[in-house]
């Protein structure tokens, strides 16, 4: 309950879980990066990795990870 309830108290005092969002910081965040589908597609395959590594070397998921 803890970890559930303190990070929600400081979120509460945060600007942006106010409501009050400028419709010009919402424009900047919306483009879009030149490298972000390449960033999305190595994350995706390094997940997809970790349990291939695991069947082929049968070694624990984590170790998997760690070579990431």
């Given at each position: 309950m803890v970890?559930?309830?303190v990070p929600v108290a400081l979120a509460t005092t945060l600007s942006p879980?106010?409501?009050?969002i400028d419709?010009?910081?919402?424009?900047i965040?919306?483009?879009t990066h030149k490298y972000g589908a390449?960033?999305?597609y190595l994350g995706?395959?390094?997940?997809?990795?970790?349990?291939?590594?695991k069947?082929?070397?049968?070694?624990?998921?984590y170790v998997?990870?760690?070579f990431h």
């Open positions: 970890c559930m309830i879980f106010k409501g009050n419709e010009k910081a919402e424009q965040n919306s483009e390449h960033m999305f995706l395959s390094a997940i997809i990795f970790v349990p291939v590594f069947t082929l070397t049968h070694l624990p998921p998997g990870m760690m």
